[in-house]
């Protein structure tokens, strides 16, 4: 839990569904954009989700009904807006690019997660079931709550299921394979990976109570194809 001016923006980051991921102080090479007016950001808090309890807020949404495209992105927009008025903050969202901003970076900076031989981050508890949906940046330091670092579960996993896990093998160490990943995941043969998520997520056992549900891993893969 955040104190000070930090801890009122968590609780009505929580409230409105998102998951705190976490704060920081910038520094040079952070690679964070300046605020509107020109101002160089200070400190950046990162907004998304973790485990599979957020995506219950964003399901029960006009957004996620209103058959419009981009249903999560702009939820996560209007949830992170209305945020950035309240707090002063301004939004930042990691879909939009190219140039893409540097989440995964960002977010190994507001709390614990390390790179998977996946690609994608894993957190000490909620493994790979966690995902960022924004970041706000502020032009003060808030003095966030520094990262306590324990290391990294694949350190301990001798066995690295993750990378046997695929049927077409389009992962291996520092190489994802995505071509060779979509036309499985389009064919009979990967309704699988389409409707339950990646097997080869789904292969590892750490924070394996996390899981996505069926209907949110099928939205995510679906979004993946598109
Ligand atoms: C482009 C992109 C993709 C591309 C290409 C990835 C690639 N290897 O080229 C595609 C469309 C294929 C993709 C797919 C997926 N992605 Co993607 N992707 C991105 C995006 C928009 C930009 C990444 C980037 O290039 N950043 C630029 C560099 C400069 O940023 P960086 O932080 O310094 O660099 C990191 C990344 O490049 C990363 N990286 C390197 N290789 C790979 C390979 C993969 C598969 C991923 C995910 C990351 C990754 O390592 C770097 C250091 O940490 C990010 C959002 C963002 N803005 O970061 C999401 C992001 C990385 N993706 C994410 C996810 C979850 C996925 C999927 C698993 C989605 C799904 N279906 O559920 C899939 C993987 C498919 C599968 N088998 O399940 C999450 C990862 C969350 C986490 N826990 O880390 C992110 C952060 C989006 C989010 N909103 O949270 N993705
Ligand atoms: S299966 Fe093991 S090596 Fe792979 S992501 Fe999970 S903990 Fe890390
Ligand atoms: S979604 Fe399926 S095909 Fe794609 S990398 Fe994961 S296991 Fe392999």
Redesign the pocket.
Known sequence: MEIGPLADLQAAAQASGLAWRGAFSVREGD?VPALADGTVARTLVLL??AGRDHWQRFAASDEACDGAAHPLDRWSRRCIEALACRFGGTGL????????????????RAEE?H??P??????PRWG??????GALAFATDLAPTPVAVTGSPCAGCAAKPCLTG?PVD??AP?R?D?RR??EH?RSAAGED?LQL??R??RACPVGAEHR?TAAE?EF??R??LR
């Open positions: 690679d998304g989700f969202y990691p879909s939009e690019g190219p140039p893409w901003l540097p989440f995964q970076r960002w977010a190994m997660t790179t998977s996946l690609g994608i981050l894993i957190h790979l079931w966690h995902a960022y949906r695929c389009a992962i520092g994802y995505w990943c979509a995941v990976c998520g990646c080869a997520r996505y891993a995510h893969m979004a993946f």
